[in-house]
């Protein structure tokens, strides 16, 4: 797990030591670069050392220097396709490096090297015989990959403020991905906030030529449903077995290490599974588990995880959170995240990966788990909506909106006043735009007069649209899968959690997005997932017995932060940082949470993390 930075073109090493500086916090294990100054190809490395810590120093090259990589991530069948690679021919100089699998597989299969993959991972490829730069991202997008084409330099990095540390990248704003950061509360790949900077997406790859200047972009893979009528014919207990063994094989190949690993555990039925399945594979005294507590009891889930931490006898350890204290962190923490997203718990997050790294370099985690599986209360709503949409008069809807904003206003993890605002909110919207807005900080009229302009469903909501007529069944919960599992995922949970652990040093694995129990999650039919107001069934079903009847049981709680009473007691933003927005507007809605007469959360919150995102280095 590392930081990548380089460029092609204008530019000297001056440059690329302050792009390999601004993200020297995901590599403090060592750093290299490569200067090819009669091609004009920079590249710089961060290394945050996990496998083969002596010989794996990247940049790395083949035998003769005409394939090098620079690369972020981990393979975990580096091992089969070493193998591979060695039976045509291929000679391997580092012991068990899977960077090296790299060179040596694009020398092998070229632009067909991605799809090989089994991994997280954003690397960049310099071909010196074919003249070109090659980058590529891991299928759902876990490792960061963003880029600069144009003018005179093609410029890829880490993090968008390595990028902007070259002078041929210009941070004029982007309007539409700010007013999609206000719907989504995350800017959708490929857009960034600035207009000269593109994210490269999940199962994508890029080739820039440097003989004649073109880049060809294509997408190698996507999720896609695919329900499989002989999986629907197979009893759920069977079934329960398969997803079981292929989960414990999945982490069994996130357990390759050579430095200390152990595991973020909420109490929840993912991260559960995680540690029940790191059990079948390590003796107790071998696993360390990491677990947040809050001293606000609706925040508070660390009994569940020491539950779970009991029965699998692993080496516990519980960091308990000051809700006060936390608070007066917020903006800092903001302040160092080059993206800004608009999901509080990157808060919780970030103190957990922080209290992991003072004991271990590498932690599973239960991400993914939820938008494969119908963990988020979004997909009980989905039914209501239905049932009241096809009774209830939008006029009628609208009142009952209006209504809701007079209940009172509760600062608890979910309260309920807040869930039924939220579902009143979003009701009359067109059902491909359900999720997104239940979910936003702002409605569309709301954007608009942020942004003085119009801000129309098919523009600012293209990305939601677009999932949700690509599902492969005509069902809400299917077409609410490929949302969560193409867009919330990738660019919000995935880029939470990397900045977060990243920040800290820390590697973080995910076996639900492993590729072969992602496939079966897609090819599996939805009654398994969601059933009769059952999330998650047949994940329980596949742990039952040996994740504790409690943990299974209870309600879905979230990892979430009280912003609601924390906006009410800081400061807004300083005025003129955002230009582009009607900032006056925000902080009378500022002025309204404050005084406790509207609630404002969201929309606030996403204002602060866009105001400080990428400040402290800037």
């Known amino acids: 797990m590392c930081g990548i930075a380089?460029?092609?073109?204008?530019?000297?090493?001056?440059?690329?030591?302050a792009m390999a500086a601004s993200i020297a916090h995901r590599g403090p294990d060592g750093a290299g670069s490569l200067i090819d100054e009669s091609a004009r190809v920079f590249l710089a490395h961060r290394r945050l050392a996990i496998l083969d810590p002596t010989r794996g120093a990247q940049p790395l090259g083949n035998e003769d220097g005409s394939v090098v990589v620079v690369f972020n991530g981990e393979i975990y069948n580096h091992h089969q396709l070493r193998r591979t690679l060695i039976g045509r021919g291929h000679r391997f100089v580092t012991d068990h490096c899977d960077t090296e699998v790299l060179v040596h597989g694009w020398e092998e299969w070229g632009e067909d090297l991605p799809g090989r993959l089994d991994g997280m991972f954003a690397f960049a490829l310099w071909d010196r015989r074919r003249h070109l730069l090659f980058l590529a991202r891991d299928r759902f997008g876990k490792k960061p990959l963003y880029y600069a084409a144009g003018g005179d330099a093609f410029v890829f990095g880490?993090?968008?403020?390595?990028?902007?540390?070259?002078?041929?990248v210009d941070d004029a704003a982007d309007r539409l991905a700010l007013k999609k950061l206000f719907a989504y509360g995350f800017i959708p790949a490929p857009l960034t906030r600035y207009r000269a900077v593109r994210k490269l997406p999940g199962g994508h790859w890029l080739r820039c030529d440097l003989g004649d200047g073109g880049i060809e972009q294509r997408e190698y893979w996507r999720f896609r449903l695919a329900p499989d009528p002989?999986?629907?014919?197979?009893?759920?207990?069977?079934?329960?077995?398969?997803?079981?063994?292929?989960?414990?094989?999945?982490?069994?190949?996130?357990?390759?290490?050579?430095v200390p690993l152990g595991a973020l555990l909420s109490g929840g039925v993912d991260s559960s599974a995680v540690v029940w399945a790191m059990a079948q594979h390590l003796p107790p005294e071998r696993i360390e588990t990491f677990a947040m507590g809050f001293d606000e009891p609706s925040f508070d889930e660390?009994?569940?995880?020491?539950?779970?931490?009991?029965?699998?006898?692993?080496?516990?350890?519980?960091?308990?959170?000051?809700?006060?204290?936390?608070?007066?962190?917020?903006?800092?923490?903001?302040?160092?995240?080059?993206?800004?997203?608009?999901?509080?718990?990157?808060?919780?997050?970030?103190?957990?990966?922080?209290?992991?790294?003072?004991?271990?370099k590498v932690a599973l985690t239960g991400d993914g788990g939820d938008e494969l599986f119908a963990g988020y209360d979004p997909f009980l709503a989905l039914a209501p909506t239905r049932a009241w949409r096809a009774v209830v008069p939008g006029a009628v809807s609208g009142w009952c909106a209006g209504l809701a904003g007079h209940l009172p206003r509760s600062d608890a993890n979910m309260s309920l006043d807040f869930k039924i605002r939220r579902w009143l909110g979003g009701v009359r919207a067109?059902?491909?735009?359900?999720?997104?807005?239940?979910?936003?900080?702002?409605a569309l009229d709301e954007i608009a007069r942020l942004f003085g302009e119009p801000a129309p469903a098919e523009e600012v909501y293209a990305e939601a649209l677009a999932a949700w007529d690509a599902a492969g069944a005509d069902h809400p919960v299917d077409r609410a899968l490929e949302y969560f599992t193409r867009l919330y995922l990738q660019d919000d949970i995935l880029?939470?959690?990397?900045?977060?652990?990243?920040?800290?040093?820390l590697e973080l694995r995910s076996p639900f997005l492993d590729a072969a129990v992602v496939d079966f999650a897609a090819r599996l039919p939805r009654r398994?997932?969601?059933?009769?107001?059952?999330?998650?069934?047949?994940?329980?079903?596949?742990f039952a017995g040996r994740v504790p009847d409690s943990l299974l049981r209870r309600r879905k709680k979230g990892f979430g932060m009280p912003i609601g009473a924390w906006l009410r007691r800081l400061d807004p933003p300083p005025a003129g940082r955002?230009?582009?927005?009607?900032?006056?507007?925000l902080a009378a809605r500022w002025e309204r949470h404050r005084r406790n007469e509207s609630d404002e959360r969201l929309a606030l919150f996403c204002w602060l993390a866009l105001a400080h995102a990428g400040t402290e280095t800037t």
Request: proline fraction near 5%; charge should be neutral; charged fraction near 30%.
């Open 495 to 505: 880029v939470k959690s990397d900045r977060a652990s990243m920040l800290n040093g």
């Open 230 to 258: 002989a999986l629907a014919r197979r009893g759920i207990d069977d079934l329960a077995e398969e997803l079981r063994t292929l989960f414990s094989d999945a982490v069994a190949r996130r357990l390759e290490s050579d």
């Open 528 to 542: 398994f997932k969601l059933h009769r107001g059952e999330r998650k069934r047949l994940l329980k079903r596949a």
């Open 430 to 442: 067109a059902p491909a735009c359900w999720i997104p807005t239940w979910m936003a900080p702002l």
């Open 578 to 585: 955002l230009p582009e927005l009607d900032e006056s507007w």
């Open 6 to 17: 380089g460029f092609a073109g204008a530019g000297d090493a001056a440059v690329l030591a």
């Open 158 to 168: 880490s993090e968008l403020t390595a990028l902007l540390r070259h002078p041929a």
């Open 302 to 360: 660390s009994a569940y995880a020491q539950t779970m931490a009991e029965a699998v006898g692993s080496r516990h350890h519980r960091d308990v959170c000051r809700l006060e204290e936390a608070r007066d962190g917020l903006v800092p923490l903001l302040s160092r995240l080059d993206e800004p997203i608009a999901d509080s718990s990157v808060l919780p997050t970030w103190r957990v990966c922080r209290f992991a790294a003072g004991r271990v």
